[in-house]
């Protein structure tokens, strides 16, 4: 009876944690996080997407267009809100 209630609990948590994930996942990342993840160094996703070659995948392709997405949502932390939505935007239509 112990082992049933056991693998009831690891049930429940492994799911309470699924869950969780799937919570962070919706929220979008934060500009900060866009630009360490999306634009920081020289392997960065930008100069991936952005490489005269070609030489990103179709994978890197949509996970830095989501980048993009998620930062153009927020509002822009001094300036323009209006600038910044057309700043934005402009980088997205291109990807």
Do not use: C, Y
């Not at 049933?4 to 049930?11: F, I, L």
């Not at 952005?50 to 830095?64: D, H």
Request: no cysteine; net charge positive; charged share 35%.
């Amino acid at each position: 009876m112990a082992a049933v209630v056991a693998v009831g609990a690891v049930v429940t948590a492994s799911a309470s944690l699924a869950e969780e994930k799937k919570e962070e996942e919706k929220k979008p990342m934060s500009i900060h996080d866009v630009m360490e993840k999306g634009f920081k160094g020289g392997k960065s996703l930008f100069r991936a997407v952005t490489n005269k070659k070609k030489e990103s995948t179709e994978e890197q392709n949509k996970k830095f267009l989501g980048m993009l997405k998620d930062m153009a949502k927020q509002k822009p932390p001094m300036g323009d809100e209006e600038s910044w939505k057309k700043l934005t935007t402009a980088m997205i239509e291109p990807a």
